[in-house]
């Protein structure tokens, strides 16, 4: 059964960074949207970034110019770059991924942020 296998995650220390990566475990479709989101403890899922197969991103605002979402040399592996860490960027991480005939979802990863 495919599913996406997501990695990257871990602590850090605020204006530290990481990179998760969310990638297919067997032969799929192609996706044509990646999203991230995440959630953190009491509060609801937050779309962070999405990438299309074009390449195009977009951003929330609390994000812009700290996160970057790209493509790996598989077209179907995502990675989402975090800069400048946050203690407000602490949560769980999910990757959701769209295809032809419907989408994945990561199993989630933590990213915790604390001096």
């Known amino acids: 059964q495919v599913k996406l296998v997501q990695s990257g995650g871990g602590s850090v220390q605020p204006g530290g960074s990481l990179t998760l990566s969310c990638a297919p475990s067997?032969?799929?479709?192609?996706?044509?949207?990646t999203e991230w989101s995440r959630q953190a403890p009491g509060k609801q899922r937050e779309l962070v970034a999405t990438?299309?197969?074009?390449?195009?991103?977009t951003y929330i605002d609390a994000v812009k110019g700290r996160f970057t979402a790209s493509r790996g040399s598989d077209r179907n592996t995502v990675l989402l770059q975090m800069n400048s860490l946050k203690s407000d960027d602490t949560a769980v991480y999910s990757c959701?991924?769209?295809?032809?005939?419907?989408?994945?979802w990561g199993q989630g990863t933590q990213v915790t942020v604390s001096a």
């Open positions: 067997g032969n799929v479709l192609t996706f044509y949207r």
């Open positions: 959701k991924a769209f295809h032809a005939r419907g989408y994945y």
């Open positions: 990438i299309e197969s074009s390449g195009a991103t």
